[in-house]
Nanobody, 119 residues
Framework: QVHLVESGGGLVQPGGSLRLSCAASGSIFGINTMGWYRQAPGKQREFIAE???????NYADSVKGRFTISRDIAKKTVYLQMNSLKPEDTAAYYCNIDLRTGSGWRGYWGQGTQVTVSS
């Protein structure tokens, strides 16, 4: 069984920073693309950033230049460094990781961590 545990969310003032973490555990035989998504109240879940198996990164235009995705493969962990936060960044943030288990490859979601940007 695979578990993804997120941490690092919270309340921060505009212009502040937060670092999110998402650690995978369980019977994992391979890791590919690792990504972050967010969902604000009343809105659809949207793509934020990803880091591919080869290490390439992609970002949504709304966060480009402010957010940085990174990973530690040995720890099975993906990070999202968020700087210059804005009120519109307020949302529940979810990680998604492509993992190979005994059942093959599939994407797994974290439980979500709330980020609130407010003065």
């Amino acid at each position: 069984q695979v578990h993804l545990v997120e941490s690092g969310g919270g309340l921060v003032q505009p212009g502040g920073s937060l670092r999110l973490s998402c650690a995978a555990s369980g019977s994992i035989f391979g890791i590919n693309t690792m990504g972050w998504y967010r969902q604000a109240p009343g809105k659809q879940r949207e793509f934020i950033a990803e880091i591919t198996g080869g290490g390439s990164t992609n970002y949504a235009d709304s966060v480009k230049g402010r957010f940085t995705i990174s990973r530690d493969i040995a720890k099975k962990t993906v990070y999202l460094q968020m700087n210059s936060l804005k009120p519109e960044d307020t949302a529940a943030y979810y990680c998604n990781i492509d993992l190979r288990t005994g059942s093959g490859w599939r994407g797994y979601w974290g439980q979500g961590t709330q980020v609130t940007v407010s003065s």
